[in-house]
C-alpha cells in the first residue's frame, strides 16, 4: 500500500514538474520578445574619444565607413541595450491582384496596375481606402476624393503582453499596448486610369501602455513605419478579399478539378480558370484540408504550408506530449512542410505539390484528391 501511495505521489509531482518546467521556458521565451541575443556588456565600454597619435608619428587616414559618428545628446539619451526591440520593419505586402512595390523603396507605398475585370482602377483602389478607414474606426475630417484622406487622431491596439512574476501569471493580468495617430492618404491616378499609386503617412503619434502616454525613449523605433505599412496591408487585404469576392464570384462557378500532369510530367491538381481565380481559390482550400499557410509569394504563385489540421501548435503544445493530436482526413504526416505551386499555362491552371523540394507522386495525389475535390466545391458554391 505505501508504494502505491508513493508512486501516486510521484507521478503527480512528475506532472507538476512538467508543467513547471514548461511555463518557465515559456516565461524565458516571452522574456526574450524582439530583443537581441547574447551579452550586452559592451554596454559598460568607457568612451576614451579620439585617437591621440604621438607628434611625429604618421597616422594612416581611417576609411569613411569605420569612422564612429558624433551621437547628439538626445540620441545618448535614447534608449539602448535590451531596451532596443531588434524586430525588422514591417513591409509593405503586396496582396491585391495587380499591387506591386518599388524594388528597393523604403517608402510606404503602394502601387496598382491594371487588373481583370476592374475598369475604373482609381476608384476601385479608393473604395478600398475609405472602406478600411471605416473599419478602423478613424474619422474622415478632409477628403478630397481620390486624391487624399486625413482622419481625425484616433486610437489602435497593438498587442497585449502578460506581467512578469507568478501572480500576475496566476490573475492573468496583461498590460495593453495602444498608438494615437493621425492617418494621411495620397493617391496619384494615371489619366488613363489603369494605374494609381497611394502613399501612406502616420503624424501626431503617441505610444501608450494601458491608456497611458509612454515617453519618446520607450516608444518602439520602428512605430510611424509600423503604422504606415498597416494601413497600407491593411487596404491590400481588402482589396485582395473584395475582388475575391466581386470578380471571381462568376469566373470560379462551376470550377472542376481533376489530376493531371505538367508538360515537365509532374503531378498536378488541374482545372480551367485563370491565375487570380486560382490564387484567391487556394487560402481556403488549404485551410479546409488541414494546412497552414506559413508565407506565400504571389509573384512566384507559391504557398509555403505546414500540415497541421487542428492548426498551428504553440510551443507549449508541443511540450504537451501528453495530449493527443488530431491527425487530420490525408495521409501525410503531421508537420510535414508542403510547398503549393501555382502554375498558368494558356488558361488552364495547375496546381503542383513540392514536398522536401520534390513534386509529390501520382499515387500520393491520387489519396488527396476526394479532400481536395471537396474543399474547391465549398470554395465555389454561391
Known sequence: MLDIYNNGVLMKFNKVWVVALSALVLSGCAAQRDLAEGSFDYLEVEDYGSLNAPEGLEVPQQRSQYVLPTLSAEQREGSIGQAVSVRSPRQVLTLAPGSRIEEGSNETRLAFDAVEGISDLPNWVWNGVVAVMGEMGAEIVEESPQERIVTARFTREHYQLGREGFFNRLRRERDQYTSEQVITIEMQAASHRRSAVIDAQASEIAWLENGNPVSSQDTPIMLQRELEAGVLNQISAYLARNYSADQIADARQGVEIRQGETADGFSAIVFDSNFNVAWSLMPGVLESVGFVIEDFNQSEGIYYTIYE?????????????????????????????????????????????????????????????????????EQTQD
Open 309 to 377: 489540421p487542428a492548426g498551428k501548435r504553440s510551443f507549449f503544445q508541443r511540450l504537451a506530449f501528453w495530449r493527443g493530436t488530431e491527425q487530420g482526413e490525408l495521409p501525410i504526416e503531421l508537420g510535414t512542410e508542403i510547398e503549393f505551386n501555382v502554375d498558368d499555362r494558356d488558361g488552364v491552371i495547375y496546381v503542383i505539390p513540392y514536398i522536401n523540394e520534390e513534386p509529390a507522386s501520382a499515387e500520393s495525389l491520387a489519396e488527396w484528391m476526394p479532400s481536395f475535390a471537396r474543399a474547391f466545391r
